[in-house]
């Protein structure tokens, strides 16, 4: 019997939504379909699909959610507004609520969904357990917009990513925050 495994951080639905990968594929057919392409770095480097997490015996992710606002003076890439970033994130949870729809992954919000995920692992490893999580808070608009995303099941933030937040500081910030 191999060991159940964890994730703790993984981007799905940023593979999915912005690198456009049908992660219900074979690693070998993504990167098929990326190697011709140039618009992001690592095209037809994958290494994350369904098929590998069930084979890794990988039955529960910390899966997450990010998009990044930007101020005027930030040179990283991201939204010019946090409702860009809010609306953003929201394509991404669509992603993840398609993917429970078509049996792919399921939603851990309580001990009891765990509970419940854990015992149906051992017998049918088909949907995966992912508990949401947001990678950078500068998506959240208002205080009222993490009440919403509670309740459509995240479960996790960290206030900041890399470089100036909304929020708090990032990796390699050194920057003034903008709160707008």
């Not at 994730?7 to 992660?23: F, G, I, K, Q, V």
């Not at 992912?130 to 996790?156: F, K, P, W």
């Not at 929020?167 to 920057?175: I, N």
Request: proline share 4%.
């Amino acid at each position: 019997m191999s060991h159940f495994i964890i994730d703790a951080h993984l981007d799905l639905s940023m593979n999915a939504m912005e690198w456009n990968r049908d992660l219900r594929k074979p690693i070998s057919e993504i990167r098929e379909r990326e190697k011709s392409l140039t618009d992001k770095p690592d095209r037809g480097n994958n290494v994350v699909s369904f098929e590998e997490l069930r084979k890794g015996n990988v039955g529960l992710v910390v899966a997450t959610q990010i998009a990044r606002y930007v101020a005027p003076n930030n040179p990283l890439p991201g939204w010019n507004s946090p409702e860009q970033a809010w609306a953003h994130t929201q394509s991404q949870r669509t992603w993840y609520t398609e993917m429970e729809r078509v049996g792919e992954l399921k939603s851990i919000t309580d001990l009891n969904s765990l509970e419940n995920h854990l015992a149906t692992w051992q017998s049918n490893k088909k949907a995966i357990g992912y508990i949401l999580s947001l990678e950078g808070a500068d998506s959240l608009v208002t205080i009222n917009h993490l009440e919403i995303a509670y309740q459509y099941g995240l479960r996790a933030v960290g206030l900041a990513h890399y470089g100036p937040g909304r929020y708090a500081q990032g990796t390699d910030a050194t920057v003034e925050l903008d709160r707008r």
